[in-house]
């Protein structure tokens, strides 16, 4: 008997959290953070507390009450026994947080399974200290007391794509898929009733196509019981531009541009972050990154298929923010941080001042001060080009930003290709694998999947879903 749990990316898109159990074998298939439920109760300001352990998390529904999970610490901190975990392991498709943030709160013997790009993405974000309660992937402390005690740290074991390893008593094979960040992974997961296949979060408009392809390729193959698929946008139909969208949207406004041209894109996007280098060299401009982006380019600049600088490098200028004494001291920064500090091609915005017509930065809202720093001259343009808001937040934030760009006279454009499949693509893609059942996550609307399948199953959230060669 195999079942399918869905305890997260439940008509909504992201946080996706999924049991397989075979028979004694139990699989968790990425342990996100579902961002849309979150903010149902939290914001930036309201958050769930770390003191509380888990109790916020799971009162709010934000992780599932299941036993053998969790970390004993967090066990403790809600009153419970200290236990072994039963989770045989769980499989990590990619270093979005909304896959991947939860692992944190997980029991640190169960080890997790990822591609060798992820694991370098996951800790680059450690380095570069945005880790908290909720982002301790890679390793954590016991809580309450972090001081005193020590690291521990969580079993990865990665993976490259097609190379097949067992987890229990199922064989597991990862297939590279393109998105919006490099290590992303879909999985074949071979059960005592047949294939199981899942998409993560994948699209076919993006710089490799051929990697998508060879997932479908390989799941079709498989004649899948199971197909469990993502469908952020399967309601859009029209076909994507892709990045070559993205670069005609925004070459010529670069072109014409005088003073500063700011880019203001997701940095683990490298696709975007190459259209962006390519755009600069054409005219002129270097590309400045900031300080928390350079971590980024320590640790992926070793994947020579990423073709990223190094952070030292002479073709990128590193711009490190104004904190503490305002007189970008050394000692302003953290240990890890002043590896870049040092480095030539560290500049400071007000070095950049008189250099912002050859400079394309590479900063965004968040940084919205180190760029009024720069005072941008008549002529500057800022290029948006992240994800479209999808909550009131991110619109609220997007309206700030706008008000930001007019009050520093910047042009204002927009260009973006999504990191997701268009409906059509995701229903051409199902037609092909055609799976015996269809289980629709991350989307918000399930609905639109119906006829992709002989069986499209409407799932709920913690009901076992039962997956066998001849559908009940
Ligand atoms: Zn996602
Ligand atoms: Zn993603």
Redesign the pocket.
Same mark, same amino acid.
């Given at each position: 008997m195999v079942n399918l749990t869905f305890y997260g990316g439940v008509n909504e898109i992201g946080g996706n959290k999924i049991l397989l159990e075979d028979k004694d074998t139990k699989i968790l298939i990425d342990f996100g953070m579902s961002y849309g439920h979150k903010a149902i109760f939290f914001d930036d300001f309201l958050r769930p507390r770390t003191s509380g352990g888990l109790s916020d998390f799971l009162r709010c529904g934000l992780v599932p009450d299941l036993n053998g999970v969790y970390r004993e610490d967090l066990l403790l901190s809600i009153g419970r026994e200290r236990a072994d975990p039963n989770i045989d392991g769980v499989l990590l498709s $990619?270093a979005?947080l +909304? $896959?991947a943030a939860y692992i944190s709160f997980l029991h640190e013997k169960i080890p997790v399974y990822c591609g060798e790009t992820c694991k370098m993405i996951l800790e680059a974000l450690q380095e570069a200290g945005s880790r908290d309660f909720e982002t301790e992937i890679l390793s954590f402390k016991a809580r309450p007391d972090t001081r005193k005690n020590p690291e521990i740290q969580r079993k990865f074991e990665t993976f490259r794509t097609g190379k097949s390893f067992m987890i229990g008593n199922c064989e597991i094979t990862p297939v590279h898929v393109d $998105?919006?960040?490099p290590g +992303?992974y879909a999985f074949l997961i071979r059960t005592s009733e047949g294939t199981v296949a899942y998409t993560s979060?994948l699209r076919t408009h993006g710089s490799r196509p051929d990697m998508t392809e060879d997932f479908i390729q390989v799941a079709t193959k498989s004649e899948p019981v199971a197909l469990i698929s993502e469908g952020t946008r399967i309601n859009e139909m029209k076909p994507d531009a892709g990045e070559v969208g993205v670069r005609d949207g925004c070459a010529s406004a670069v072109e014409n541009a005088e003073g500063l041209v700011v880019a203001d894109f997701n940095f683990k996007d490298v696709d975007r972050f190459h259209t962006f280098e390519s755009i600069a060299k054409e005219n002129d401009r270097k590309l400045a990154v900031s300080l928390k982006d350079a971590f980024f380019l320590k640790y992926l600049s070793s994947d020579p298929q990423l073709g990223l600088p190094k952070p030292d490098s002479s073709d990128i200028i590193v711009v490190p923010p104004r904190v503490k004494t305002g007189q970008y001291l050394e000692s302003d920064y953290t240990v890890a941080e002043r590896q870049f500090i040092s480095n030539a091609n560290c500049m400071r915005a007000d070095e950049l001042l008189k250099r912002q017509d050859e400079i394309v930065a590479c900063l965004g809202y968040f940084e919205m001060n180190t760029i009024a720093d720069m005072k941008p001259s008549h002529g500057s343009l800022y290029v948006y080009s992240s994800s479209e808001a999808f909550n009131e937040e991110m619109v609220l934030d997007h309206k700030r930003l706008r008000r930001w760009t007019d009050f520093l006279h910047m042009r204002y454009c927009e260009s973006h290709a999504s990191?997701h499949a268009s409906g059509m693509d995701i229903m051409q893609m199902i037609k092909r694998i055609k799976p015996e059942t269809v289980f629709p996550i991350h989307t918000e609307s399930p609905g639109s999947f119906e006829g992709t399948a002989k069986t499209v199953v409407r799932v709920e959230t913690g009901i076992q879903y039962p997956v066998s060669r001849k559908p009940t």
């Open positions: $990619h979005h +909304d $896959h $998105h919006s960040i +992303d979060d990191g």
